[in-house]
């Protein structure tokens, strides 16, 4: 028997955790770290492709169609088969943890496991960020409003009719009724904004655009999620989750990709390799975002434009394809073409002549 065990005990050691009874010849501890802030909730967005389907049914809310707005018009995709989803964060950790107690896992704090001397240990604390990195940053405030206004059967998933003077800035709508949704204020930028810039965004959005008032604020989440290319958080030890590589660079999302790269490891483990988790994005895929990062990074007025005509130019499953790693080529030579050329020409060439940064945090 080896003893794994795994650093931290959010969504992707809880993933694995609660997949423990698939680790032959293998007993797991999941540590919780010295430093680790209090764990806070926050929505886990999700398209339900079948591999999802587990998460799927901890989902609060599922909606059969999305949408990008931009000033020049509205784009909806649809999926009966694979709606968006999002479930809360906690509910997912307390399912995946009764899971685990059931399959024999053990939780221990990380003095216990420094006295321990694990046979094979992974590290899902969050990985570090070049100085200077490109940051999604992001309030968000579940509001009750003062009249019906919301479609709850239509997420936003970017609309950008609000401030753009300090980066890409969009507001993700996710409706729960017509008259409660979550709102969150998301800006694509190196520098994050005081938490007031956020909330009076909402506030100015939901007057402009739905003609509606907050008549009470029922929640509040924040995150700051680094984008493009992270360090591990301890170059000695291999990560799990995002310090694995599992954030999109160029989208954040990062739980179905977590979901992929335990799919994988545990795979590679039934056919009689060593565990190992690996980044779950394919290198072209990856390339890809670093160039839409580099666009977005200095001509950030390009980000409506750009996800405006790639939501137009696709179908509804081949957006979920697109945004959950699954492109080919056929998929991916689409999206190029939808694009506006020059900014990714000069995207590319501005990539090609930076000079990777010192990892700071
Ligand atoms: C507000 C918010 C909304 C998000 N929404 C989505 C979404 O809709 N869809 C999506 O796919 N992804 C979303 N994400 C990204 C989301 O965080 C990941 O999907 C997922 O939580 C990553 O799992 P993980 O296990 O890698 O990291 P985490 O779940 O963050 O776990 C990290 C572990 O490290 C510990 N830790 C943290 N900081 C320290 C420290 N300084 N020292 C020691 N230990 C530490 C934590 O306690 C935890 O145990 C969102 C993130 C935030 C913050």
């Not at 130019?313 to 050329?341: D, N, Y």
Request: proline share 6%; glycine share 8%.
């Amino acid at each position: 028997m080896s003893d794994v065990h795994v650093l931290g005990d959010g969504c992707a050691a809880m993933m694995l955790a609660s997949r423990a009874n698939e680790l032959n010849g293998h007993t797991l501890s999941i540590v919780h770290p010295e430093g680790a802030p209090l764990p806070r909730d926050h929505m886990l967005g999700f398209w339900a492709t079948p591999d999802l389907e587990f998460a799927a049914q901890q989902a609060r809310h599922a909606w059969p169609n999305w949408s990008i707005i931009t000033e020049a018009g509205e784009a909806v995709l649809s999926s009966k088969s694979h709606p968006y989803h999002v479930m809360h964060k906690m509910h997912f950790l307390e399912h995946a943890r009764a899971q685990a107690e059931e399959h024999g896992v053990r939780f221990i704090d990380q003095a216990q496991h420094d006295n321990t001397g694990a046979d094979i240990v992974f590290d899902s604390r969050p990985p570090r960020a070049p100085a200077n990195a490109m940051l999604q940053h992001f309030v968000g405030l579940e509001v009750e409003v003062d009249k019906p206004v919301f479609d709850s059967n239509t997420a936003i998933l970017m609309d950008f009719r609000v401030d753009q003077s300090h980066g890409m800035h969009f507001m993700y709508v996710l409706p729960f009724s017509s008259t409660c949704a979550l709102i969150e204020s998301t800006m694509f930028s190196t520098t994050k904004m005081p938490r007031e810039y956020y909330t009076e965004a909402i506030e100015t959005y939901l007057f402009n655009h739905h003609n509606a008032t907050v008549k009470n604020v029922v929640r509040e989440e924040a995150g700051v999620i680094p984008m493009g290319r992270l360090s591990l958080h301890d170059p000695s030890i291999p990560g799990l989750g995002a310090n694995g590589g599992a954030i999109r660079p160029a989208s954040g999302y990062t739980f179905a990709f977590i979901h992929q790269q335990i799919q994988n490891g545990l795979n590679g483990h039934h056919h009689g390799k060593s565990l190992a988790f690996k980044r779950p994005h394919k290198r072209v895929d990856v390339w890809m975002d670093s160039v839409l990062l580099a666009v977005l990074r200095h001509w950030p007025h390009q980000g409506p434009i750009l996800f405006g005509r790639m939501a137009r130019s696709l179908s509804g499953e081949e957006f979920i394809r697109f945004m959950s790693g699954q492109a080919g080529w056929r998929l991916r030579f689409k999206v190029m073409m939808a694009m506006p050329k020059l900014p990714f020409i000069r995207g590319v060439s501005k990539m090609m002549f930076s000079r990777p940064r010192k990892v700071v945090s």
